[in-house]
């Protein structure tokens, strides 16, 4: 495909291709791109594939101008759960005509087509919809009159700025994310250095979520862990960049009912062996060298690794373009002008940008602006064991509680789930832990007089247990409208939050999908699974309850 006319002069240019296959179009694409001095800054392909887990797939590339989303999807729902606006359509292999409308709901205007072996038809569908075909042959222009949906404006360099709040994973990743995009960003930071809150455990575990339906959870959990899996390689991979191991996850199953119900969800989702594998007995016995009972889920590509690391690997690829402003203390939020201030309690202005991400995990409940939001802080307490107590492990375990194999001498059990905001060690928890890990190993002995070791955190946890990614809504200037995308926001005001326990997931998914929102890039995720992480749901969800009651 010959695009050199068509996106030049272009700031961004987005391919839809109905036909992945081996790649070898789309490589050629992007080397077309690197060749041409008169290319757009950022060149967008979006394919249908096959051979992947259901859904979409952010695919991490080694140069920035380049993003690549692959969706695992019939070509329908890939066109109904799409956030992109295509300038090119490349067509291969459609069967039928439903696909014109949906298509032409979402070309950018001017796009150009091309199809391969269409018929008169598919030919009709399409010109019905505003597509003027070139003679006979296979390609169209979009000629379309009809209302187009708003395209996101080119933010101009000067206004490529942002200031995010909280260096943890979620900080870290916004970040990485924007650098990368040419964004110069302040990060404010309230302790002296990264990770210090709940993203500074020692260990925390990577897996994905499981569901016989399938539901969002679910789905929104599997993209996010293996966009961690691809961002880390990219990073220097779990076990090099980033401390820890990619050493395999067992969840064991709870009791006979959970397995059984795990077995008919190996039936039927028909899972690739690397990303998870249903154990009987005496094959997770076989592996874990302890009891399992009521056999487990292996998930290979799962492991632990140390958050703190994660946070320096992604901080380390900002380069110049991140202004690290640690041990600024408590700041609050002002708006002057076309900027948002970061005042610290002197009144000291600690940085300004246009554009604000609020990562400060529950802290967000004591900025004026995100308040309202229904979050809530988790306390939880890891113990820190002496692997001398335990039992060598080969991979984490995990079923209520978790164990991660050693480290340094030192494996990480727990981790409670408490309401008080009680910051200190304490005996009562640690018990917790131990009787739990007791379980998970089957021996009453294990760690037996362990002393009292570990660490407190408190998990930011959104009454839906499903992260906060996007721009800010206005609580207080709501109004009465029953649409998200028309509920008023706060300008230049977005969240990371509400990452409760899979911190080292979400971070990366999450930091993609808002800078695709700030750049008006193909979204990395359905439109259905956006609208859930959306923090304006909450003001929905207030608004019905209220009508209810």
Not at 229 to 236: I, K, Y
Request: hydrophobic share 45%; aromatic share 6%; glycine share 10%.
């Amino acid at each position: 495909m010959d695009l050199g006319a068509h996106w030049r002069g272009r700031e961004r240019y987005t391919v839809f291709d109905t036909a992945y296959g081996g790649g070898a179009r789309v490589r050629a694409l992007q080397d077309a791109w690197r060749a041409d001095p008169e290319r757009p800054a950022r060149l967008h392909v979006v394919a249908l594939t096959e051979g992947l887990l259901p859904g979409f797939h952010r695919i991490p590339q080694d140069d920035p101008g380049l993003t690549l989303t692959l969706l695992a999807a019939p070509l329908d729902e890939a066109l109904a759960q799409l956030g992109a606006q295509p300038d090119y359509f490349h067509l291969q292999g459609i069967a039928g005509t439903g696909f014109a409308r949906p298509l032409a709901r979402i070309a950018a205007a001017g796009a150009r087509l091309h199809a391969e072996g269409l018929d008169g038809e598919q030919r009709v569908a399409l010109q019905a919809q505003g597509f003027v075909f070139d003679g006979d042959s296979g390609s169209a222009s979009f000629a379309s009159r009809k209302p187009r949906l708003p395209v996101p404006p080119v933010l101009p360099a000067a206004q490529k700025r942002a200031i995010v709040l909280g260096a943890g994973l979620a900080g870290s990743a916004a970040c990485a994310s924007l650098c990368a995009r040419g964004w110069q960003v302040s990060l404010v930071e309230r302790h002296p250095a990264p990770a210090m809150e709940a993203s500074g455990n020692l260990a925390g575990i990577f897996m994905p979520l499981l569901s016989r339906d399938d539901n969002i959870p679910t789905r929104l959990t599997r993209a996010a862990y293996l966009y961690a899996l691809r961002t880390w390689r990219q990073l220097g991979g779990v076990g090099g960049a980033i401390e820890g191991e990619a050493c395999g996850v067992l969840q064991l199953a709870r009791d006979a009912g959970h397995a059984e119900v795990s077995r008919a969800i190996a039936r039927e989702a028909h899972y690739p062996a690397d990303f998870a594998r249903w154990l009987e007995r005496p094959e997770a016995e076989a592996l874990l060298g302890l009891p399992a009972p009521d056999g487990g889920w292996l998930f290979p590509q799962g492991g632990w690794a140390r958050p703190g690391s994660v946070c320096e690997a992604m901080l380390q690829s900002c380069g110049d373009r991140l202004e690290r402003r640690f041990g600024a203390g408590t700041v609050e939020l002002v708006r002057e002008g076309e900027d948002w201030l970061a005042k610290s309690e002197d009144g000291a202005t600690v940085a300004r940008a246009p554009t604000v991400v609020l990562a400060t995990g529950a802290g967000a409940r004591s900025l004026a602006q995100s308040r309202a939001l229904p979050l809530a802080a988790l306390r939880g307490q890891v113990s820190h064991l002496d692997n001398g107590s335990l039992p060598a492990l080969p991979l984490v375990l995990c079923r209520e509680a978790y164990l991660t194999p050693a480290a340094g001498g030192i494996a990480c059990a727990g981790a409670t789930y408490d309401l008080d905001a009680d910051p200190q060690l304490r005996i009562a928890s640690h018990e917790e832990n131990l009787e739990r890990l007791r379980g998970l190993v089957s021996d009453p002995a294990a760690a037996a007089g362990a002393p009292l070791a570990g660490r407190v955190g408190f998990r930011c946890v959104a009454p839906d247990r499903l992260p906060l990614v996007g721009r800010l809504p206005d609580f207080a200037a709501a109004g009465a409208t029953e649409r998200l995308r028309d509920l008023p926001r706060h300008p230049g005001l977005h969240a990371l939050l509400g990452y409760a326990s899979r911190g080292l997931i979400w971070a990366p998914l999450a930091a993609e999908l808002l800078a695709a929102q700030l750049e008006g890039e193909p979204l990395p995720l359905e439109t259905a699974l956006v609208d859930a992480l959306d923090p304006a749901r909450f003001v929905l969800r207030a608004r019905r309850r209220a009508v209810l009651l």
